[in-house]
Every structure is written in C-alpha cells, then in structure tokens.
T-cell receptor, first 117, second 110 residues
Framework: GAVVSQHPSWVICKSGTSVKIECRSLDFQATTMFWYRQFPKQSLMLMATSNEGSKATYEQGVEKDKFLINHASLTLSTLTVTSAHPEDSSFYIC?????????????FGPGTRLTVL | DAKTTQPPSMDCAEGRAANLPCNHSTISGNEYVYWYRQIHSQGPQYIIHGLKNNETNEMASLIITEDRKSSTLILPHATLRDTAVYYCIVRPSGYSTLTFGKGTMLLVSP
C-alpha cells in the first residue's frame, strides 16, 4: 500500500508554545489530506480536511485559529497547534488520499504523540 | 453515511482463522465497505475494501453478503501481531472521508 509519513513521531512542549506536525505522502500525490485526533481509549475523530492549494475545512467544534493547516503541495500537509495547552495533548494522525477518479483509498500516517506540559 | 455495528471484542487462538463480523444494514448502493486496523499507538492500517463482490488480498478476505447488509473480515491464520482494533467503515464513492466507530478489539493469544 501507499506510504504516509509523519514527523515528529512524538513531541513534548511547554504550555503556550506552538508545535508543527508534518505529513507527507511518500509514493503518491495526495489531493486531499485529513487530520484526525485520538484521545486515550477513544476512536479517531476527524479534525479537518484539506485539499491542495485550498483552505482547510474544519469539523464542528475544532478551532481553525488554533489548529492551522497548510496543504501547500500534493505531498505535504502541516498541522500547527498554536498556543498549546495540556488539553491539546493527544495522538494526532494524518491521512492522505490519492489523485485520480474512482475509488481512492485513504492511507494513514503513523501518528504524532503530543504532550503539553 | 451508513453506520456499522461491530462486537466490541473478540478472541482468537494463534494460527486459527479470525472472523470479524460487521453489520451495515442501512448501506446504500454506492457505499463501499472498508476495513482498517489500528495496532496500539500506531496509525490505522488499510486492510481491504469492497463494494459487493468478495475480495481477497495478501492480508485478508472480505465476504459481503448478497444483500450487502453485513460483511465478514477473515484473517486466515491469525498471529500475535494481528492483535489490534479492527474498524469496519462504509463510505460512499467519491471524496467523502472515513468516519471511525469503536471497532472490534481482536486479541490473538498463544
């Protein structure tokens, strides 16, 4: 299957700082990328959907000014958690879907564990 | 999107076949059935998907009933590394995203 990478795999930061997470599709072009969040013992929750070159679409309840998403190219999307607080500590997972018509499978990155102190 | 119902947990002995059921009785004609799994502290891994025909790949087989209201994911020879949460998701064709439910926690034991 296609490969999606994330960097960093884990990060610890102080409250009030910003953290950037990168998501790359390594062997395919991703017209659409998705960002999910997963709290302990819960399922994945979609945060936002982004299309290359367009503004991201955020799910209800997700603050767009706090979670900045940039999808500047067909292989890279970034999520910046601004002014992070302890309640933002979570497992952030990106996903990418390829170009082309028909049924395109969505592939997931390995996730980034964010801990805010 | 059609909703799915899966048992919260299942056990399987190593080397035996693991049959994971999924009910999607409200599925519509243009919705695919997708299976993913998530091993602890990792991102979800794509397993297989299908529309109405049975599908098989190197990881698993997907059996979809003729009325499409349910499906079964089969891992033919489960190993300890198959211990994970398995998600059954239905998604319309086109460009909508995947919505995750609670899935089935499969525990493979020696």
């Amino acid at each position: 299957g296609a490969v999606v990478s994330q960097h960093p795999s884990w990060v610890i930061c102080k409250s009030g700082t910003s953290v950037k997470i990168e998501c790359r599709s390594l062997d395919f072009q991703a017209t659409t990328m998705f960002w999910y969040r997963q709290f302990p013992k819960q399922s994945l929750m979609l945060m936002a959907t982004s299309n290359e070159g367009s503004k991201a679409t955020y799910e209800q309840g997700v603050e767009k000014d706090k979670f900045l998403i940039n999808h500047a190219s067909l292989t890279l999307s970034t999520l910046t958690v601004t002014s992070a607080h302890p309640e933002d500590s979570s497992f952030y997972i990106c996903s990418a879907r390829g170009t082309g018509g028909g049924e395109d499978t969505q592939y997931f990155g390995p996730g980034t564990r964010l801990t805010v102190l | 999107d059609a909703k799915t119902t899966q048992p919260p947990s299942m056990d399987c002995a190593e080397g035996r076949a693991a049959n994971l059921p999924c009910n999607h009785s409200t599925i519509s004609g243009n919705e695919y059935v997708y299976w993913y799994r998530q091993i602890h502290s990792q991102g979800p891994q794509y397993i297989i998907h299908g529309l109405k025909n049975n599908e098989t790949n190197e990881m698993a087989s997907l059996i979809i009933t003729e009325d499409r209201k349910s499906s079964t994911l089969i891992l033919p020879h489960a190993t300890l590394r198959d211990t994970a949460v398995y998600y059954c998701i239905v998604r319309p064709s086109g460009y909508s995203t995947l919505t995750f439910g609670k899935g089935t926690m499969l525990l493979v034991s020696p």
